[in-house]
Every structure is written in structure tokens, then in C-alpha cells.
């Protein structure tokens, strides 16, 4: 027979796992700025004309350990249909920080495991002295894609340590570089190698990303106003991709896009959008034909963009970076994260249906 | 004697009070300080104006904020301030005498008259309503400003571009706050939480273009959009258990401002891509606390608490080093002029150096003394400076929340 001090410890046990377990969820959000178990750089390349850096920093206390996906988005020939559609092919390897330690690498030569390296600034030798997290390898030439980083404990199972947190910079031919924050996701309760994005194991995706910037073709305001070299131009492009993956068995992710465009005028100049597989980097104007100024003849435009259909439930992911360019070929490049709205919890907006997203790791 | 249906109540007193928990633990927690989420009060921590390049070595420099309402159905509006933090000579507010308290250049820094170089706390501002999803965005450096776009004969909610862009003077270095309100009538705080915003600054000459791009912090609303306006003039960044702000005592408006804000960095003269171009970090810290109520534009920032901003900085063999700052209404230097003297001849001293820390990368966390006190957040944004005279911006990172009772207040007029 349940007895009156019992039921006073049950209630009270009830009590504080309601309040601290929902309290745990309420918490967890994708975000750019705050420390996650799982930390994605949607845009990692690797060209002739650019190279990536990638900055990860453990913000706790004890000794942390990630598993980090390179997710290859370049595209390549489908033998069974010929066309070309993204590889999404996947190389991995883990990392390990000591308390609140910075590491950082560069993808085109990687980072060895060399307690001999020292510090060097001499051109063509980027230091990696400091403690090595790991073997990192490098990346091909004509990498685009991304970078997936998850924390697990020493037995490689992921946990909600919410300890990570980073910055790619991506320095061009020109010498222009531009910089963005990873997107982390916060954890909650991990229960194996699918880490599901459905706020109880991991936060969920947004429900929309939404962005304003100046209007792709517009003419760049301050590069009119202060530049003798006239018209200038503004190009956009946008990285998008799903919240999920499949990082065991390689199979793409897909999700079908709702993109809504705003002008100036609070007109919506366009409604539609692509389709993302894996990885897709494009023209701006190429998701949302409002992004062109010969269409929304603003300067500047607004834009959402929601996952729909089927496959919503994958959810979407990105960054934005501009160009402001004057009529020499002068330009400059900035990167954006992009703004997020919601996620499957959130309740004024609309709650995406179906199963939440899943990134799956491969079995170590 | 306690019966054993008090025992019972006392179980469903728990209950109920774990639910409470729930319930406020649940509202505190969804409203965050974020710079990729709508807000109710949007803050630019940098805004630069110098389009003659008189403070920049003669180099244009002009910022673009952009703004969105991504209220799908309703009109919304902002009231803004320009914190303007230009410094003068001895404070004597004229344009001969503008100074760069960062410069060692003894005639930009007034040393060459025998004066000090000491900022001119200023407000000023204005009142500007978007229509459903629309964006507004602006040249700052633009004197006057354009209206606000409408089109000619439109009547689909067009009349809501009520406001106008109040110019700020040229040069300007300093900060842009705004805070969403009921109308632009009535200008009242409002637990809504509808506007992104991001901004561009530009350095142009006739040889090259580099822009770079942050978006701007946002601080959520707490409560409830149907509870009714925040207060009129005091607005409540968490609680405030001193006493000194009653309103604050009674509880949150809007989400606590970080504990703590994590950096990653370069360090200072790193070449981070090998190729011989050498990079300086930026940091530019303002006040979460800020009493911003008189926009007279003449030293109205009074009575600004200042913060000591401790920081911790951790290198790649996770050796720790520390300095400290001083914030008052707003801070915006190289990092390895935080620890050493303005301008770069003795930066090689510098903790910030690459050469004393030895590794390229370094996590420098920046938290407001005392921690278990009012008034003391601080918000940031890191700018990197490649010696090829290209940069980049990026938000800086958070890391947990100012306590309860520890929250900071913001006046406005």
C-alpha cells in the first residue's frame, strides 16, 4: 500500500522532473550563437578559387569528444539516370578538446597529429600549433559542401553535452574573406546513433528561415554613394541544407521548399521554391524570383523560406553571403547566417508534420 | 498535527507548485537573446559613418541597416536610438575636435594639443512603422534620409509607413537600439517579438570594395502578445532584485541578457590562411544596462553604470590568461589594445598577440563583474581585419544567462 511519505517523495520526484525535464526542453533551440551537441557549417569549400577554415571551441569545463561528417554536395553524374545530382558522399573522423580549448583547421591540408609542429606565419605554412584534437584529414579540391560535428562520450555514443560552438571562414582568390557562425542544435536526451531532431532527443529544425538583404541586381547603396566607380551590382547566393542526413548509408536527404519574397512595397513579388537535395549552393534569385530587382524593383527584399510537403519534416538549414561588386570588379563579400522562425514545438506557427528529422550516424 | 489529508494537500501543493515551475521555467526559457531570431528589441552594436574618411585614414566608411517586420499580417513599429559615442577632445562637442580614442596617432587622439580624447555619450531618436513582411533598409551616412518607400496610390496598408530615418552625423561611431511599440502614437512597449535586422559596414575606395555583415542582436519579449504593453519607459531585461528598479522587482519583460560571451578568435598578427596576410580582431562590447531616456542629443546618456568585463582567454594548449576592461556606454577596440596601450606599438606585448600565445586560435570569454549583480550584461560583435584590407563580421557566441535577479534595465524616453 502506497504510503503517505510516499506519496509526498513521488510528488515531490514528479515535481522536479516536470519542471527540470521541461524545463530541458523548452531550452533546447538551433542557434547560431548559443553551445550545441551538434554543430553544422552548412558551407565548407574547398575550389580553385577558395578555402575554408573551420573554428571549433569546447565552451565546458571537461574534456569533450565529437564525431564530425564531411558531407560532400558537390554534384556528380547519377549512372542510373545520367544526370547530375549531389554525391553526398560522407569521410569522418573525431575530434577530442580539452577543457574550453579552441582548435582550429584549415580543410584544404587538414590538421596532422604532430606535437612537434610549432608555430609558423611563413606563406604556404598555416600553424597548427596547439594541442591536435585529432587526425583531420583534408578535404579534395572542388569540395562544396558541409561539415557536420555531433558530441559523444569516449564510447562514441552521442550525449546532450552542449558544449560546441564554431566559425568557417572562407577566404577567396582575392584575398576578400567572409565569416559565419556554425548552427548548433542543442540536445536533450540522445538515445543512440539517429539523433532525432524532434525535441525530446534534440531540438528541432526551424520551421522557417527568413532573410532581407540587399536585392540581388540592385545597385549596391553605399558603393553608389561613395565609390567613383559606377554601377555597382549586388549578387546573392544561399547554402542550403536538410536538417537530416543519412550518414550511414549515404542516401540524400531531400526537401521540397516554400520560398515567399517581399519588396519594399509589402507586395509578395514571388511564391514558389526548389527542391534541396543534400547540398545546393545558388543564386538567390534562383529559389525566389522576388530576390531579382528587375522583379522586385526595390532595393531591398524579404524573404521566408519553409519547408513543405512530404518531406517537410527534414527541415532546412543555410547561410546567405552577398557580393557588392563596382564597375571596375572591385567586390566584396560578406556571409550571413540567416534568421530562424519557430521549430515543431513552437505554436504560432504552423507545427511540421510527419516524422522530425534524423541525422544517422555512422557506426564507428 | 499534520492529518493525512494535509499530507495529501501537501503532495498536491507540490504538484501544483512543480507545474508553476513548469510553466515559468517554460516561459523564461523560450525567450532568448539571439542574433538569428525576431525580437522585440533589436540592438547594432556597431554602426560606423565616415564618409570622407576623416578617423580612417581617408578610407569611406558607411554602414546599410536593413530591418524586417516578419509579422505576416499586421503592421509593426519601432522606436530607435542612435547611441552616439563619438569622442572629441576634452569632450567639447564640435567637429574640430572629433577624436579616435583608439589612435596612436597623437593628432587623432588629441595628445598633440595636450587634451584628452573622451567620448560624447549622445541619443537621438526616431520612429519608423513595416508593413506585414516588409523590409526597410537604409544608408546610414545618407543625410537626409530617403522617405520610406510606398507606392504611389497604394492602399493596401500602405499608410502604415508612418516614421521617417533621423540622420545621425558625419562621422559616427556608435550603436543602434530599438524597441518594439504598441503605434507611433501612443509608443509603448509591447511583448511582441516581430523584428530581424542585420547591418553592413562598408570601406570603399576607388580601388577596392569590403563589406562586412552582422546581424543584429535580438532580445526577445517574455510575456504573453495578448497580456498588454511592457512598461512605458523601463524596460526589464531580466529581474532586478536591488530594489533600485521597482519595475524590474516585479518581474522579467524581456529575456536575460548572456552570462557570459564566448569569442573564438584569431589571435592578433596570426596569418590564419598561410598566405602572408595578417589578421586583428575587433571587439565591440555595449551595455545591456543602458539609460537611454533623454534624445536631446546634448550628453544624455547620464548616470551609465559601468562594467568591468573580465576576460578569460584560452589559447590551443588550453593555457589560460586573463585582462580586464571597462564598459561604460560603449566600447569598440582591437583586442590587443584591450590589454596594451591604443595603436600597434606594443602590440607584440599583447596577451592577444599570436606571438605570446603561440597558437592561431584562442577563446576569450567576456563576463560582466559582478556576475550576481544588476546591471552588469554586456552584448558583443567580433570584427576581423585582414592586413590585405579585407574583413569579416560574425556575432559572438553565449554561454548561459545572467542569474535571476541580476537583470539589466534599459530607459527610454
Redesign the interface.
Known sequence: MRT??S??V???V???A??FG??GV??A?V?????GSILIFPKVVNTTDE?T?I?I?N?NNDTRHARCFFVDGALTFDPNTGLPRPSCQESDFSIWL???????W?VSVGRRIDPTDN?????????????DPGGIPPVGVGFTGALICAEVDASDKPIAGNSL???A?V?NIN???????GITIQGITPMGQDLSLDNVEYNGCPASL?????TSGAP????E?????TP?TVRNFITLMPCGADLENLVPQTVSLQV?V???????ISLGGPSVECWARLPLEAIGGGFDFATAG?????G?ITPQGPNAANGILGVAD?V???S?G????????????GNTDTTNLPVVTGSPAVIRLSVP | MRTRKGYRSLGTLALLGAAAVLLAATGVARAQVGSDLAAGILVFPKIAVDTVGRLTGGIPVDTVVEIANTDPTEIRSLHCFWVNANSYCNGDVDIANLCDPNSDNPVLNCRETGRRCLPAWRVTDFFVAATANQPIGFRVGQVPQSALPCLPGNTNGCAGNDGSINPVEDPFIGELKCVEVNDLTNVVPVNRNDFTGTARIYRVTPGSVDVRQYNAIGIQSIADPNAGPNDATTLCLGTDTNGASPVCSAGAEYASCPSTLVVNHFFEGAAPFGDGATVNTTLTLVPCTERIEDTTGVNSVTGQQVTNAQLAIVNEFEQRFSSATRVDCYKSMRLSDLDTRPGTTDDGSSIFSVGVEGSLTGQTRVRGVPGQSPYHGLLGLAEESYSNGFSAAFNVNYDGVRPAGAGDVITVP
Open positions: 503517505t511519505k506519496l509526498i513521488g510528488a515531490a514528479t515535481a522536479f516536470l519542471a521541461t524545463t523548452a531550452r533551440d542557434s547560431t550563437e548559443r553551445p578555402d577554415i573554428q571551441t565552451v580539452t577543457r574550453l580549448q579552441p582548435t582550429h584549415q608555430f609558423s606565419s611563413a606563406p604556404g605554412y598555416p600553424s597548427t600549433a596547439g594541442f560552438t564554431g566559425q571562414t577566404k584575398g576578400d574573406v567572409s565569416k559565419y557562425n527568413n532573410l532581407t538583404t540587399i549596391d547603396p553605399v558603393v554613394a561613395l565609390s567613383p566607380n555597382s515567399a517581399f519588396n519594399e512595397f509589402e507586395q509578395r526595390t532595393t531591398f527584399t524579404y521566408t552577398s557588392a561588386t563596382d571596375l572591385n567586390s566584396g563579400s560578406a556571409a550571413d547566417n540567416l534568421h530562424v522562425a
